[in-house]
């Protein structure tokens, strides 16, 4: 019918789970980086892309992808999210309809999800912007202060101490790189698997200095091959922080369904979503 308006495209549910699958498979392909998977530097791309929020001025968050153009890709805590930007190319090539903004969150939520996590609720919908709405630097955590900055930050995006502790659960995956933040190791034994084991070592763990010539860091007495930061350690020096550490350490389909929950407000804070919009949740990949 030469009258038809041409049809526009309109992605559905079936459409981002190809998405996520593709990136699942990626993740399986190119398992020979860090300890064997994307996964926690994509995790860290997706925190970084939301934790700019300011909820004051309503500035930052995921909506935007800014994190694509200097200065917001030199801030000094993206160091790194090179390598996660870089791997979502091909997706993104293959599947020109989404947007940056929205592939980077899927990416997190895959990853979440491959990496044996509990099931992340999503919502598509959010815009690329570009590079005047940047954020300035210093809206992410400083790895060397304690609890007063760290509640100084996530007020600002709107979260309670509570919600404070279940995010930082994010560092049983993954590790510190020296030519990144300049910190080195990781947190858990097992950092492609998301499991409460942070907030049982940093219970259980005697933690001492690590004495190298590198940033103030803390290492596990008995095998000192694990790390804490000086913002994790500050989570079990405040006695309101270190009640939810203990709750998560006991628990962990507790922590499973608080961080799914906190997680998807992280990734959410400051979109504009239309009303109306649906809530997915993916079929993982890697059951
Ligand atoms: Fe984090 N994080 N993070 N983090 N983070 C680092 C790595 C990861 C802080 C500092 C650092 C969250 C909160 C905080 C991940 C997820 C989350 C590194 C090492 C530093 C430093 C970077 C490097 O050298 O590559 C501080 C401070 C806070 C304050 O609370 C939250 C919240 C999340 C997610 C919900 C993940 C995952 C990594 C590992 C990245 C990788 O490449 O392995």
């Not at 300049?182 to 097992?190: H, L, R």
């Given at each position: 019918d030469?009258?038809?308006?041409?049809?526009?495209?309109?992605?559905?549910?079936?459409?981002?789970?190809?998405?996520?699958?593709?990136?699942?498979?990626?993740?399986?392909?190119?398992?020979?980086?860090?300890d064997g998977s994307y996964g926690p530097v994509?995790?860290?791309?997706?925190?970084?892309?939301?934790?700019?929020?300011?909820?004051?001025?309503?500035?930052?968050?995921?909506?935007?992808?800014?994190?694509?153009?200097?200065p917001e890709s030199d801030h000094g805590a993206n160091a790194g999210l090179k390598a996660a930007r870089d791997f979502l190319e091909p997706v993104k090539a293959k599947f020109p309809w989404i947007t940056y903004s929205d592939l980077w969150i899927l990416a997190g939520v895959c990853s979440i999800q491959e990496m044996l996590g509990p099931a992340i609720p999503y919502?598509?919908?959010?815009?690329?912007?570009?590079?005047?709405?940047?954020?300035?630097?210093?809206?992410?955590?400083d790895a060397a202060q304690g609890q007063d900055h760290l509640?100084?930050?996530?007020?600002?995006?709107?979260?309670?101490?509570?919600?404070?502790v279940a995010l930082c659960g994010a560092h049983?995956?993954?590790?510190?790189?020296?030519?990144?933040?300049?910190?080195?190791?990781?947190?858990?034994?097992?950092?492609?698997?998301?499991?409460?084991d942070y907030y049982?070592?940093?219970?259980?763990?005697?933690?001492?200095?690590?004495?190298?010539?590198?940033p103030k860091q803390y290492e596990d007495k008995t095998t000192k091959s694990l790390m804490m930061l000086p913002a994790d350690?500050?989570?079990?020096?405040?006695?309101?922080?270190?009640?939810?550490?203990k709750v998560y350490a006991a628990d962990n389909d507790k922590f499973f369904q608080d961080f799914s929950a906190v997680v998807n407000k992280l990734f959410?804070?400051?979109?504009?979503?239309?009303?109306?919009?649906?809530t997915w949740t993916f079929k993982p990949v890697n059951a």
């Open positions: 030469s009258n038809a308006a041409p049809k526009l495209f309109v992605p559905k549910f079936e459409d981002y789970q190809q998405v996520y699958n593709e990136i699942a498979n990626r993740l399986e392909e190119k398992e020979d980086y860090d994509l995790v860290r791309l997706a925190w970084h892309a939301s934790g700019t929020y300011d909820k004051e001025t309503g500035t930052g968050g995921s909506n935007g992808a800014t994190m694509r153009f200097s919502r598509a919908g959010r815009q690329d912007r570009d590079v005047a709405a940047c954020t300035p630097d210093g809206r992410l955590p509640r100084n930050i996530f007020y600002r995006m709107g979260f309670n101490d509570q919600e404070i049983a995956l993954g590790r510190c790189h020296s030519d990144r933040s300049g910190y080195s190791g990781p947190w858990t034994f097992s950092p492609t698997v998301l499991t409460n049982k070592l940093l219970l259980d763990e005697k933690w001492q200095w690590k004495k190298w010539n590198g350690m500050a989570i079990i020096q405040d006695k309101k922080f270190k009640e939810w550490v959410e804070l400051g979109v504009p979503f239309k009303e109306g919009t649906e």
